[in-house]
């Protein structure tokens, strides 16, 4: 399994303040281009099990400062070159596919992050082309998870987290940074406490 200091990402914590409340911000930067193809979306369709690079960013995660609610990956570097796509062969129909099957995919790494104490996942600097067709297909799984028959308190958990936890935006890090997070920070403590009756629930 990789060590938890070596993943493919470089980490840093930043602050973000709004008037008489901050907190810490930790940033997620791939450090390879990645595109998302048709093997890994075939992968995908069934729901995996948390891969190793996952459970080392998981680990990575939970050894971050304390009071770091929120978590940020990046899909473009510094120079606005783009880290993570789809394949640009997928015509529209198969956007919306994609970004169904890699929302349903990844929820079991969203619970992780969920589990470790982060209430709000920003994915900033990310390509139009990515980011309507995830919005859509997370918005379809929240409506598949509301009437789903299984285990009601991880679903009522599932919900919350597309409902609640995940911002796909194509802003600049510095705009969420500066301008979109701080408009979030009053919401945190209540979140906060959401989510641990959520996973009390789990517990019982």
Known sequence: M????????????????????????????????????????????????LSEVEQAILDRIAERPKETPILIIRGADDEGRSLWSFDASWNDEELEETGLVFSRAVMPFYRGLLDRGIVLFVHSDWGFREIGPIRRGLNALADQVSTSSTDGAVAA???????????????????????????????????GDRVRRLFDRVGG
Do not use: K
């Open 157 to 191: 958990i599932d919900e919350w987290i597309v409902r609640n936890m995940l911002l796909y935006s194509s802003l600049s890090l510095t705009h969420v940074v500066e301008r979109l997070l701080p408009t979030h920070l009053r919401l945190l403590e209540r979140r």
């Open 2 to 49: 990789p060590d938890p200091q070596d993943v493919p990402f470089d980490f840093d914590h930043v602050v973000v303040e709004t008037e008489g409340f901050s907190c810490g911000v930790l940033v997620m930067t791939p450090q390879e281009r990645t595109v998302l193809g048709e093997a890994q979306r075939e992968h995908l369709r069934s729901v995996p099990p």
